[in-house]
Every structure is written in structure tokens, then in C-alpha cells.
């Protein structure tokens, strides 16, 4: 089942590609421009996945991050920082955060497909597991009132 993704990085050029190669995967993908435009398609739009760049317009990949996490509903949400470098500070940075993953420039599209998807099938299980707790405690509430 497709994912709703988001894209939030300067270059409309590799916002593009994202929106091309992940649509074609069977997802829909959102386009930011901007720190700040990511946030209020975060907020308004049902997004699953987050690709973020991490030196934005208005604020770093890490300040974004933090600012997602406190968005009702975005604690858990995937988000993977998109850099022009390796650099282990850089990663510890966007990993303290609260990023759960990152990518290198360029970017090819089946590495970028692979992680949608991983991140996709992470939380399609998570959400079966909350799942089969709920309706066991509910059976379990049921047997001790009944």
C-alpha cells in the first residue's frame, strides 16, 4: 500500500526526481521548498515519510526535525535527512534530533524506492502489532466484565 511522503529541500530539481521516482513506486509525495512550508503540509496533510535536505532556506535539517517531533502525530514518523555529505557530525546531528535515517547526494532512485519502502513495511508492522494489542486487551477487558 503506498505511503503519503514528503519532500522538503530547496532544489526543486531533486524535489522532483523524489516526487517522480516515489510517485512511480506507487506513493504520494508532497513538495516543500522551505523549513516552513514543510511544516504546514506536516500539519494539514496526512504524511506518512519524511525526506528532508539538511541545510534549508529558513532553518537547519536538525532545527526542522525537532519542530516535526513536536507536531501531534509526527513522534513516530520517518524522517530521513538528505545531505550533500558523509559527514559523522552532520548525522549525529540530524540522529540527536530525532532522524531515523539519512541519505547521500546523489541520490538513486532505487536506493531512494528501498527506503521508502523499508520505512513503509517498518510501519505497517507497528501498526499491526498496536493493532492485535488493542483487540487483545479489549478481549481480555470483555472476558473479565462477561
Not at 29 to 40: F, I, K, R, T
Not at 91 to 119: D, H, Y
Amino acid at each position: 500500500m503506498g505511503k503519503t511522503i514528503l519532500v522538503v529541500d530547496g532544489s526543486p530539481t531533486l524535489r522532483k526526481m523524489v516526487e517522480v521516482t516515489l510517485t512511480a513506486a506507487g506513493h504520494e509525495v508532497h513538495e516543500a521548498e522551505d523549513g516552513s512550508q514543510g511544516l504546514e503540509l506536516a500539519e494539514t496533510e496526512p504524511v506518512d515519510i519524511i525526506f528532508c535536505g539538511c541545510q534549508l532556506a529558513d532553518m537547519d535539517g536538525p532545527d526542522f526535525t525537532r519542530k516535526v517531533r513536536a507536531l501531534t502525530g509526527h513522534k513516530e514518523t520517518p524522517l530521513i535527512a538528505i545531505s550533500d555529505s558523509q559527514d559523522d557530525e552532520r548525522k549525529e546531528a540530524a540522529k540527536s534530533a530525532g532522524g531515523t535515517g539519512w541519505m547521500v547526494q546523489p541520490l538513486m532512485p532505487e536506493k531512494l524506492i528501498a527506503a521508502a519502502e523499508g520505512f513503509a513495511a517498518r510501519m505497517d508492522l507497528l501498526e499491526a502489532k498496536a493493532k492485535k494489542k488493542a483487540d487483545l486487551k479489549k478481549k481480555k477487558d470483555e472476558a473479565a466484565a462477561g
